[in-house]
């Protein structure tokens, strides 16, 4: 196991600044049941950064501090984590975005149908609705924007330099001659 590095921790400080501040500024729905949180497209870093992931997590409590579910900030904030360090064993790019879209699906819409139902008789239902539109919105987010960074990062010198080799790997890219 590597490190935690200066340039580790640099990373993960813009990933967290970028991530809240995508989620909080853009003008489309980012808390609700019906949501497409662009942010979460960054999700799909870890496979590339291990960095990302606490970088990740810490944007997404920093922006689940403006949700209007206050249980947001443990519980969404658990499901990208979880999504993470998922994200970072996945053994192929096109895996790369499920776990995001499975954790926040799962996690999230959970969430929201027990706002919404409590763990009445109504909380599957709503449940079902809810995950159901969560996932989409991950799967738009992680399979659309993600799968575009994940084949950009690479070719770019700049983060290539910073991609780990096993993980040039795992793209079948050759690493970088220095």
Known sequence: MRRFTTKDLTLAAVIAAVYAALTVVLPVPQYSGVQLRVAEAMTVLPFLFPAATPGLFVGCVLANLFSPYP????????????????????????????????????????????????????FWPAFAINALFVGLGELLACYLLGELLLMVLPRSPFFREVIPAERLARLRMPPQKV
Do not use: K
């Open 71 to 122: 249980l947001d900030v443990v519980c969404g904030s658990a499901a990208t984590l979880l999504a993470c360090l998922l994200t970072q064993r996945m053994p192929s790019r096109w895996l790369a975005p499920l776990p995001p879209v499975v954790c926040n699906a799962v996690i999230v819409g959970a969430e929201i149908a027990w706002y919404a139902a409590g763990f009445g008789p109504g």
